[in-house]
């Protein structure tokens, strides 16, 4: 079985830019979750979609948003860049929300310049 | 304010040995708990998990240990290999928010041949 799938992988942008990354969960699972991790603040959740609809969100500014489709892709997208929006950008799936193990992609490294 | 606290940054452990990473966490709502390994530049990979019903679960060399009255979990991995070597996350949830997780900072685990 395939496991999560990001694209892409690296990506360089500026202050200022938009990004949208994209999630391939693994095959039968609904629910998608999101991370940032940096440095000094860790892995922290961004938001989860199940079956389409946002179930839960972070302690993250609107510029943060995300979306899921039918097939349960996913992808989120940070809009007016930031310089401390540089960060490894983690993808989770699961088969279900809630007492569900979540299964991580390798994550998208995103750098802002 | 720090929900999952691991407060041992790193640990060194000699080959066959026993590894107990401890994680903290303040939060009496959290109901279900995980240990994640990670390597560098790759996502994290689950190990096991335990819900607050149960106070032990087995797989294969490694144990949860779960210490309800003094919010307290311990993984537990026998023998220790090298290949353990990695950084040790502890996670953890409320069904309230389904897949929401909350991680600790991490702890490096270095296992010496």
């Known amino acids: 079985k395939a496991g999560v799938t990001q694209t892409p992988r690296y990506l360089i942008k500026t202050r200022g830019q938009q990004v949208t990354l994209s999630c391939s969960p693994i095959s039968g699972h609904r629910s998608v979750s999101w991370y940032q991790q940096t440095p000094g603040q860790g892995l922290q959740f961004l938001f989860e979609?199940?079956?389409?609809?946002?179930?839960n969100k972070g302690n993250f500014p609107g510029r943060f948003s995300g979306r899921q489709f039918s097939n349960s892709r996913s992808e989120m997208n940070v809009s007016t860049l930031e310089l401390g929006d540089s960060a490894l950008y983690l993808c989770?799936?699961?088969?279900?929300?809630?007492?569900?193990?979540?299964?991580f992609g390798p994550g998208t490294r995103l750098t802002v310049l | 304010d720090q929900q999952v606290k691991q407060n041992s940054p790193s640990l060194s452990v000699q080959e066959g040995r026993i590894s107990i990473l401890n994680c903290d966490y303040t939060n009496s709502m959290f109901d279900y708990f995980l240990w994640y390994k990670k390597y560098p530049a790759e996502g994290p990979t689950f190990l096991i998990s335990i819900s607050s019903i149960k106070d032990k679960n087995e797989d294969g060399r490694f144990t949860v240990f779960l210490n309800k009255s003094a919010k307290h979990l311990s993984l537990h991995i026998v023998p220790s290999q090298p290949g353990d070597s990695a950084v040790y996350f502890c996670?953890?949830?409320?069904?309230?928010?389904?897949?929401?997780?909350?991680f600790g900072a991490g702890t490096i685990l270095r296992v010496k041949s």
């Open positions: 996670a953890a949830s409320e069904l309230e928010y389904g897949n929401k997780l909350v």
């Open positions: 979609y199940f079956s389409e609809t946002q179930r």
């Open positions: 989770a799936s699961s088969q279900a929300s809630g007492y569900n193990e979540q299964f």
